[in-house]
Nanobody, 121 residues
């Protein structure tokens, strides 16, 4: 089995910063892309940022220039540095990872449990 555990959420004032972490553990042969999603109350889940194993990144337009996704392949951890936070960024942030548990297995997607980010105005 593979587990993803997020940390780093919390309460921050508008304009502040938070850094989210998501660590994958368990039966892991390889991880391809790792993503951060968010979902605010009453809204659809939104893909915020994605990073490939090689480090290529992509962001939703609303966070470009403010958020930065990075990863440490040695520790199977993905990060989301969030700067200049706005009330609209308030949501539950979840990570996922495309994982090959063993050499001969198929790729599977795993999700973390989510971490709350609250931005006060």
């Amino acid at each position: 089995q593979v587990q993803l555990v997020e940390s780093g959420g919390g309460l921050v004032q508008a304009g502040g910063s938070l850094r989210l972490s998501c660590a994958a553990s368990g039966n892991i042969f390889s991880i391809a892309s790792m993503d951060w999603y968010r979902q605010a109350p009453g809204k659809q889940r939104e893909l915020v940022a994605t990073i490939t194993r090689g480090g290529s990144t992509n962001y939703v337009d609303s966070v470009k220039g403010r958020f930065a996704i990075s990863r440490d392949n040695a520790s199977n951890t993905v990060y989301l540095q969030m700067n200049s936070l706005k009330p609209d960024d308030e949501a539950v942030y979840s990570c996922n990872a495309y994982v090959k548990p063993t050499y001969g297995s198929n790729w599977h997607i795993y999700w973390g449990q989510g971490t709350q980010v609250t931005v006060s105005s």
